[in-house]
């Protein structure tokens, strides 16, 4: 499963940067296949599997493990910063790509092919309670302090939250969807969950960019061994003290380890922060990860 599964990455991945190469789609394509993702595949991917939660006090440190990622990626960054002296540009670059990690359009159908099916709810908490919340606190900060925006309010955080529909979908899976849900709508939530895949990879495929920033290198090595070698590591040695085992603690390390999340690499390059090395960030990354993603599945394991 995990080798058809990175086949069909890799061949989406493919496909979408040749697409982007020849504009073949529409130059809005991207974005529409984004919104598709975001409204119809994560909500069901969501629906499908947060009903087979089982509430406990151990999900609380999944949920805590990219809080404590986070305070992490502060005190690593601004520690090279100022050792390397990047620019202040690199540094909000970095904290955008090193803090948000893709984990639910790359996080949702690696962790179901390299740990399993059991293992994606885990996922789900990780991401939505982690992941998104600090993209729409931090990163919105970071955009702010960095990109000459006002400081977002707190209003402001509350409805971009509520706006988030997975968000919605997981607040519905765990008061009003049963776990075993008529055949027809485990049916319909199952095509719709299993077309994340392909149209994430496809998405990413036509936003990614490959220029190598040949003058901020740096800041590009020591981003890319933050987020995909550091990070991770951290995560796995914090999940045993935190009581998380099994399922739970793969699916904690491997969602650590995912590369950066495209959306805060577009955040980046919309406000003019260091395109060039956010960009590099985000394409780099994902071509590396699909070489380290499995060895900290493998890690994990043990």
């Keep these: 499963m995990a080798f058809d599964a990175f086949a069909l990455v890799l061949a989406m991945l493919g496909l979408g940067y040749l697409f982007q190469r020849l504009r073949v789609l529409p130059d809005n394509a991207a974005q529409t296949l984004n919104l598709a993702v975001l409204y119809v595949c994560l909500p069901a991917a969501v629906l499908r599997y947060a009903p087979r939660l089982h509430l ?15 305070i992490a990626t502060v005190v690593c960054v ?27 359009f790359l996080g949702y159908p690696l962790t179901r092919a390299l740990i399993g099916e059991h293992a994606l709810p885990y996922a789900v908490i990780y ?47 765990f008061t009003l969807m049963p776990a075993e849900p008529p055949d027809w709508i485990a049916g ?44 991770p590591a951290l995560a796995w040695l914090l999940v045993p003290l935190l009581g998380l085992h099994g399922e739970m603690a793969r699916a904690t390390v491997l969602e650590s380890a995912m590369p950066s999340m495209v959306t805060a690499g577009a955040l980046a390059i919309a406000h003019q922060l260091a395109p060039r090395l956010a960009a590099a960030m985000v394409g780099y990354g994902l071509l590396l990860s699909l070489l380290t993603l499995p060895l900290w599945a493998r890690v994990a394991l043990g």
Excluded: C
């Design 56 to 70: 406990e006090p151990a999900l609380i440190g999944v949920a805590a493990v990219p809080w404590l990622l986070l």
């Design 78 to 104: 601004g520690a090279l910063s100022r050792w390397l002296k990047f620019r202040r540009d690199e540094h909000a670059v970095l904290l955008l790509t090193v803090a948000h990690g893709n984990t639910s």
């Design 127 to 173: 991401d939505q309670f982690g992941a998104f919340l600090i993209l729409s606190t931090f990163g919105l900060w970071v955009l702010a302090r960095y990109g000459g925006d006002r400081a977002p309010t707190a209003p402001d955080m509350v409805r971009r939250v509520l706006r988030f529909p997975p968000l919605w979908a997981l607040s519905i899976g």
């Design 188 to 231: 319909g939530l199952q095509r719709l969950s299993d077309a994340l895949l392909p149209l994430a990879m496809l998405t990413i495929g036509l936003s990614v960019k490959l220029a190598l920033p040949r003058d901020e290198l740096k800041p590009l090595l020591s981003g890319l061994a933050l987020k995909l070698g550091l990070m």
